[in-house]
Nanobody, 128 residues
Framework: QVQLVESGGGLVQAGGSLTLSCAAS????????MGWFRQAPGKEREFVAS????????DYADSVKGRFTISRDNAKNTGYLQMNSLKTEDTAVYYC?????????????????????WGQGTQVTVSS
């Protein structure tokens, strides 16, 4: 089984920064793409950012481009989402997701249904 565990969420004032981490474990994970999604109360899950195996390819939602940075450390099986200049509208539960890759190692995935593995989520609250 594959397990993803997010951490690093919390309460931050608008304009501040947070870094989220996603630790992956499980025998089935080898090479994998990773993504971050978020869901605000009463809203649908929303794509935030994604990264390819090796980190060469990245993709960001327009709403976070220039403020958020996705990265990964494959030796630690951990992904990261650095969030700067946070806004109140960034408030949501943030989820990391993983998709095993066999050949397309530079490709990113930006749709929720492209990821079979998900973490439990971590709450990010941005106050004004």
């Amino acid at each position: 089984q594959v397990q993803l565990v997010e951490s690093g969420g919390g309460l931050v004032q608008a304009g501040g920064s947070l870094t989220l981490s996603c630790a992956a474990s499980g025998r089935t994970l080898s090479t994998y793409a990773m993504g971050w999604f978020r869901q605000a109360p009463g809203k649908e899950r929303e794509f935030v950012a994604s990264i390819s195996w090796g980190g060469a390819g990245t993709d960001y939602a327009d709403s976070v481009k220039g403020r958020f940075t996705i990265s990964r450390d494959n030796a630690k099986n951990t992904g990261y989402l650095q969030m700067n200049s946070l806004k109140t509208e960034d408030t949501a539960v943030y989820y990391c997701a993983a998709r095993q890759i066999s050949s397309m190692r530079t490709r990113t995935f930006s749709k929720g249904n492209e990821y079979p593995y998900w973490g439990q989520g971590t709450q990010v609250t941005v106050s004004s």
